[in-house]
T-cell receptor, first 113, second 111 residues
Framework: NAGVTQTPKFQVLKTGQSMTLQCAQD?????MSWYRQDPGMGLRLIHY???????DQGEVPNGYNVSRSTTEDFPLRLLSAAPSQTSVYFC????????????FGPGTRLTVT | RKEVEQDPGPFNVPEGATVAFNCTYS??????FFWYRQDCRKEPKLLMS???SGNEDGRFTAQLNRASQYISLLIRDSKLSDSATYLC????????????FGTGTRLQVTL
């Protein structure tokens, strides 16, 4: 079991560029989510999915898109990168919607210049 | 007021000491509570859930005080390996998909 994997580990973008952060899990978890972590802010939910084909917005969705075509994969797309999107991004999965342990990926450190 | 508040620390304690952190939450409808641990530049990992009756796992004890709206984490006999940031997590009733994270309390255990 690889658990939750994320690629890339590090990325530098120029303002206006787009990119996709990849997230995959091999635990057959229904629920997946994306967070960003900034100093002094805690983890904030960007988007989440309760199953293949179903996604919804979290607390800070602007500037990001997601899709969930399979149970395993939940990519996060930055449409037009801005310096305010410089952050550490974590993907997480859990057994189901509800009060279950969240398993986090190792994170992607993104810098937008 | 933030939904979940933690003292950022750092708490610097010698090995073997007992240390306690609190986490306050603002919404009385909060239903579930957890402590996660995050090592430097790593992902958060579940440390323990917090039950109404309190729970203990080895050197770690978590407690909930609904009247005063806080949860606590007590670490006894601190080890160097306990050095990390401890994140408080709260789930509100009716928002089962949304975890609210505190900003974390950093613990540094020294020789």
């Amino acid at each position: 079991n690889a658990g939750v994997t994320q690629t890339p580990k590090f990325q530098v973008l120029k303002t206006g560029q787009s990119m996709t952060l990849q997230c995959a899990q091999d635990m057959n978890h229904e629920y997946m989510s994306w967070y960003r972590q900034d100093p002094g802010m805690g983890l904030r939910l960007i988007h989440y999915s309760v199953g293949a084909g179903i996604t919804d917005q979290g607390e800070v969705p602007n500037g990001y898109n997601v899709s969930r075509s399979t149970t395993e994969d939940f990519p996060l797309r930055l449409l037009s990168a801005a310096p305010s999107q410089t952050s550490v991004y974590f993907c997480a999965s859990s057994y189901a919607r509800g009060f279950y342990e969240q398993y986090f990926g190792p994170g992607t450190r993104l810098t937008v210049t | 007021r933030k939904e979940v508040e933690q003292d950022p620390g750092p708490f610097n304690v010698p090995e073997g000491a007992t240390v306690a952190f609190n986490c306050t939450y603002s919404n009385s409808a909060s239903q579930s509570f957890f402590w996660y641990r995050q090592d430097c530049r790593k992902e958060p990992k579940l440390l323990m859930s917090v039950y109404s009756s309190g729970n203990e796992d080895g050197r770690f004890t978590a407690q909930l005080n609904r009247a005063s709206q806080y949860i606590s984490l007590l670490i006894r006999d601190s080890k160097l390996s306990d050095s990390a940031t401890y994140l408080c997590v709260v789930i509100l009733t009716g928002t089962a998909s949304k975890l609210t994270f505190g900003t974390g309390t950093r613990l540094q255990v020294t020789l």
